[in-house]
């Protein structure tokens, strides 16, 4: 079964470093989400790709935080500096499309294992 | 505007039924999910209703919809312990293209 790959799994890094996610989609899907999930909380949209455009980042913290996704296919979510308060899992997840068109069209939105953050 | 909740724990015998509500307040979502996460792990999609659907059954998942309350659950038969998980609601509105909105969690532990 095709799976959303994500690394790393893991990474530490002391505030003000810059870090960086990485995320390659299930093969075919032109729709990618960024979720940032604080510890004990559920997941929140940072950033929403329809192929190499973005459609959505009204959430992602502009200042330090960057994605893209150059040729519509693997995406990097970049941090730059990192802070205490960005300690968090990073899951990415993609989808065959995003329209009106949900999950009963096969338009499911697959995650990842997500990559763990903790900054020191 | 979007906000979705539920209760932060349920604790479960095994061999009984588990049930998680969550409680929505935008009218205009297209489809309501339930989503498991075991620890360390990313999501896995278990199940959806569309929203003009009230119930649908899925082996041993069953979730009800009552569109009028904004309030969904889910009911898990014969819980085992490899049930224990946090499961996430989550609403997607076609309008906002489709974007999933979590709920905080429920942490469902299944004692033996």
């Known amino acids: 079964e095709a799976e959303v790959a994500q690394s790393p799994r893991y990474k530490i890094t002391e505030k003000s470093q810059a870090v960086a996610f990485w995320c390659d989609p299930i093969s075919g899907h032109a729709t990618l989400y960024w979720y940032r999930q604080i510890l004990g909380q559920g997941p929140e949209l940072l950033v929403q790709?329809?192929?190499?455009?973005?459609?959505?980042d009204s959430q992602l913290p502009k200042d330090r935080f960057s994605a893209e996704r150059l040729k519509g296919v693997d995406s990097t979510l970049k941090i730059q500096p990192a802070e205490l308060g960005d300690s968090a899992m990073y899951l990415c997840?993609?989808?065959?499309?995003?329209?009106?068109?949900?999950?009963?069209?096969?338009?499911?939105?697959?995650f990842g294992e997500g990559s763990w953050l903790t900054v020191v | 505007g979007e906000d979705v909740e539920q209760s932060l724990f349920l604790s479960v015998r095994e061999g009984d039924s588990s049930v998680i509500n969550c409680t929505y307040t935008?009218?205009?979502?297209?489809?309501l999910y339930w989503y498991k996460q075991e620890p360390g792990a990313g999501l896995q999609l278990l199940t959806y209703?569309?929203?003009?659907?009230d119930m649908k059954q899925d082996q041993r998942l069953t979730v009800l919809l009552n569109k009028k309350d904004k309030h969904l659950s889910l009911r898990i038969a014969d819980t085992q312990t490899g049930d224990s998980a946090i499961y996430f609601c989550?609403?997607?509105?076609?309008?906002?293209?489709?974007?999933?909105?979590f709920g905080g969690g429920t942490r469902v532990l299944v004692k033996p």
């Open positions: 989550a609403e997607s509105i076609k309008a906002a293209g489709n974007k999933l909105t």
């Open positions: 790709f329809q192929d190499e455009s973005v459609v959505d």
């Open positions: 209703i569309f929203s003009n659907m």
């Open positions: 935008d009218s205009s979502s297209t489809y």
């Open positions: 997840a993609s989808s065959r499309r995003a329209s009106h068109q949900g999950p009963s069209s096969g338009n499911t939105i697959y």
